[in-house]
């Protein structure tokens, strides 16, 4: 928790404020049963009515500066709250940024949104409480047993023996429900994670008819949650009974004591009463402080989850070259784009070798196909390129420099990537190419739509490139979505452009058309197609085969066709008729 305070000093006058405004706020309320005795014992015993109003006007003034004085308190604790709060969500977000596709892969999705939202607004109740409460409670409980021995010194040591006994119990529950509340938490994460999977793979669950296995795993998983929080609710709810039972209980013991008192003519009857309001308000003290020792409990659990969310680095660590370091590098001689050198891949917690001795160059200018099976490792081959991961053994080399010795806005600045997925963000056609070029003109984007061919139905959209896109492009087809996101790299004019498997929804025609006008593109882009499909890589000047994360083969389309028995089955499970037409020819 320590380590999260620092998000709080920018609130550091609001944080002080608002103790002080509850402590002035507890003086009063302090005065209030000394008011009292003195209206009982002067007022009401004497039948002196101008002293009874005089008494009753000071109890208005005291209540009305308490409340004053309460309502500053709760402004100043909550915009201090929320402050904290709002800065403490910004770093933990720029902080997850920071991190590599490893890290959060680890991690997972579920978890870091738990993370920003649940246990974010746990720590911002337990500092709204914390400086609301926990000088306040303690500052009346020991202020009003410091009042009652000014009042009657043997009827207080009731407040000596009674206040220790309920910090015991208070703190005993404290340190038992603590770790279970941990747990509780880590049992949400885990109802969040599949509520996450069920609510996106809805369309799947319901297409092989498994509603009713997953709603049982949920209700599974949500009985187990139900089953800790209930266990985790007796024991924090034991806390007021038991509470509430030691308080009666040295009432009674008060009551007693005070009326042989003044039945000996000790002390007065107000001063009983004064004595009887200090442990009343010695009750609804411990009361609030035990809430406040149960919401500290849930907010030191969340504040132990997010530092160790900040705890984790980054496994991928930026390195030097700029973009200026980079446009003085060799100019006039010829290099290559991208070198594999003996690269090899192993995904963190993964046994075996995800990518293995790979190793090819290519030319600036030129256009490469990668082309295997399904698992055969072109994703994870194409990602080394820009960083998403470091390889683990071997280096890539990019425009003649190490990957790892570009700073990674350098590295990524150069390359324009379409991954796999095709996602697009909530706003319009024009606010979703930009993040490709912030500073791209009209014209650039109308270029990029033009060469995506997506042109064709963005032009049919109302509002053409102000149409709103619903989030995660719900409302475009799936061809749609690819050519978009094919716009935003193009728009990028990058130095490379990854095309990784982001034209698997489009149209042999339309795929043919995109290839071509990438082609014919003015600037001198070398351009990586990964695809399952020969037709979309067979022009390239280059294919690399993969098969279960090895090269099986290098070559062009006639050299692989020829001899290279993967790409063969690639190609002629996707054009049996020209196999049987190469058979008929060796034939004759």
Known sequence: MKSLLKYIKDYRKESILAPLFKM???????????????????????????????????????????????VTAQYFSAKAAVGFATQLRNALFAHIQSLSYTELDTVGTSTLITRMTSDVNQIQNGVNLTLRLLLRSPFIVFGAMIMAFTVDVKAALIFVVTIPLLAVVVFGIMLVS?????????????????????????????????????????EQENELLLNTQVFVGKISAAMNPVTYIIINIALVVLLWTGAIRVDNGVITQGAVVALVN???QILVELVKMANLIIQLTKAFACAKRVEGIFDITSSMKSGTLDKNDIEVMNE???????????????????????LTDINFVVKKGETLGVIGGTGSGKTSLV?????????????????????????????????GVVPQKAVLFKGTIRENLLWGNENATDEDIEEALRISQAKEFVDTKEGRLD??????????????????????AIVRKPDILI???????????????????????????????????????????????????????????????ADNVIYQEIYYSQFPDKKAAGGNQNER
């Open 24 to 70: 002035l706020e507890a003086s009063f309320e302090l005065m209030v049963p000394l008011v009292m005795a003195a209206m009982i014992d002067n007022g009401i015993a004497g039948g002196d009515a101008p002293y009874i109003l005089k008494s009753g006007g000071v109890l208005v003034i005291l209540a009305a500066v308490g409340l004053i004085s309460a």
């Open 178 to 218: 603590m770790p279970l509340y941990k747990k509780v938490q880590s049992a949400l994460d885990k109802i969040l994670g599949r509520t996450r999977e069920n609510l996106a793979g809805a369309r799947v669950i319901r297409a092989f008819c498994n509603e009713a296995s997953e709603t049982e795993d949920f």
């Open 278 to 280: 200090y442990m009343s």
């Open 332 to 354: 006039g001689e010829e290099n290559a784009a991208i070198i594999f050198d003996h690269v090899c891949l192993t995904y963190s917690g993964g046994g075996d070798e995800s």
């Open 383 to 415: 990602n080394l390129i820009p960083r998403f991961y470091d390889a683990t053994k071997g280096q890539v080399i990019v425009d003649g420099f190490k990957a790892i010795d570009y700073e990674l806005s350098a590295l990524r600045a150069k390359i």
């Open 467 to 488: 149409f709103m896109i619903a989030q995660g492009g719900k409302n475009l087809s799936g061809g749609q979505k690819q050519r978009l996101t094919i716009a935003r």
């Open 499 to 561: 095309l990784d498997d982001s034209a698997s929804a489009l149209d042999f025609a339309t795929d043919a058309k995109l290839r071509a006008a990438i082609k014919n593109m003015e600037n001198d882009m070398t351009v990586i197609i990964v695809s399952q499909r020969a037709a979309s890589i067979q022009y390239a000047d280059k294919i690399v085969v993969m098969d279960d994360g090895a090269v099986a083969g290098i070559g062009t389309h006639e050299q692989l066709l």
